[in-house]
């Protein structure tokens, strides 16, 4: 009786391993142990076209013939691997994807193949971005020859293949039909400054508030349109200055001006030139002052024989207007 009740769960288990080892052939090529079912994978890197690498670009392999998609992302480095399975139910071909925010989609076609590595490098095109826009207005009161109107259009654009990819920078002002191409300035800026004059009824008033867009293109045709911008106000009032007025300093003096009551929040500031020939160069600017006094320091008082200086207000768009410029002298 012990033997039988040995030899029975002996003969269970015997049985068991038997069923599973007699397991039927995958001839089904759906079956996923199918032997016409074999593991492919596909590598490679993604990089700009200035060859620095770019991490958590998308990565999709498109299957053409059945709706599937099998996709990954780009490490720190811009390296990728993908893997899939090739089946006959799949077809031979797909398309083969990068997509990266900020950058040019990529795409290849891909051939399928069983047990197939491939390596596939992409190189993406960077699409330039506005970081900032801006459209300030100038009034200059001169003596001569006048009062003087200007308005300046800047922007900084960022593009990671650099300020060597980019074709044109230019504003457009559809309601006044114009378009205004802008010079490169180091530090990826874009500015143009445009006289009153260049504008209809030779005045800025027609420039206010109206809708202006900054659009950029790369050498390769990429276009970026930037949100509309706007010229919001025109300063027409300046400090009158106190002193110095004509007269002699020493190289330490203090620049007074008369103070302003504006509806709008504002700050003063100071330029301070010296004669150069027939021309004045600027040597001393701050824009930031919140009284109707700064102490000004000018180290090398015997460089120019004459100076000039203006009294600035500033508001909280960039806009500026200056007071004319009032002469005065350094004492050696």
């Given at each position: 009786m012990v033997k039988a009740k040995l030899f029975i769960p002996a003969l269970i288990l015997f049985l068991v391993l038997v069923i599973l080892d007699c397991e039927p052939e995958h001839d089904n090529p759906y079956d996923p142990k199918s032997p016409h079912l074999s593991y492919s994978q596909i590598i490679g890197r993604?990089?700009?076209?200035?060859?620095?690498?770019?991490?958590?670009?998308?990565?999709a392999?498109?299957?053409?013939?059945?709706?599937?998609?099998?996709?990954?992302?780009?490490?720190?480095?811009?390296?990728?691997?993908?893997?899939?399975?090739?089946s006959f139910d799949q077809g031979d071909s797909a398309i083969f994807k990068a997509v990266k925010s900020g950058y040019a989609d990529n795409q290849k076609p891909l051939a399928l193949g069983y047990k197939k590595t491939d390596t596939v490098n992409f190189t993406l095109d960077a699409i330039p971005q506005f970081e900032t826009e801006s459209i300030i207005s100038i009034h200059e009161q001169l003596l001569f020859p006048g009062d003087l109107y200007s308005a300046i259009f800047v922007t900084k654009i960022t593009d990671a293949d650099g300020p060597g990819d980019i074709e044109s920078v230019y504003v457009l002002i559809s309601s006044l039909g114009d378009t205004i191409d802008l010079d490169y300035y180091p530090g990826s800026?874009?500015?143009?400054?445009?006289?009153?004059?260049?504008?209809?009824?030779?005045?800025?008033?027609?420039?206010?508030?109206v809708d202006c867009y900054f659009e950029v293109i790369s050498i390769s045709g990429l276009r970026t349109l930037s949100a509309?911008?706007?010229?919001?106000?025109?300063?027409?009032?300046?400090?009158?200055?106190?002193?110095?007025?004509?007269?002699?300093?020493?190289?330490s003096f203090t620049c007074i001006w008369h103070s302003l009551n504006l509806s709008y929040p504002f700050t003063y500031g100071v330029e301070i030139y010296g004669l150069s020939g027939f021309s004045l160069q600027s040597i001393y600017r701050v824009y930031t002052i919140v009284d109707t006094s700064i102490n000004v320091l000018i180290n090398t008082p015997e460089y120019f024989p004459q100076y000039f200086w203006q009294a600035i207000i500033m508001d909280n768009f960039g806009n500026i207007c200056k007071s004319n410029q009032v002469l005065f002298y350094i004492r050696n």
């Open positions: 993604v990089m700009t076209k200035v060859g620095n690498p770019i991490s958590n670009t998308q990565i392999l498109d299957f053409i013939d059945i709706t599937k998609v099998i996709s990954t992302e780009s490490d720190s480095n811009g390296n990728y691997i993908i893997e899939y399975y090739y800026i874009y500015r143009k400054t445009m006289p009153a004059e260049s504008f209809p009824s030779a005045s800025l008033e027609g420039l206010i508030g509309p911008t706007r010229l919001n106000r025109i300063i027409y009032d300046a400090p009158e200055q106190i002193e110095p007025f004509e007269d002699s300093v020493y190289n």
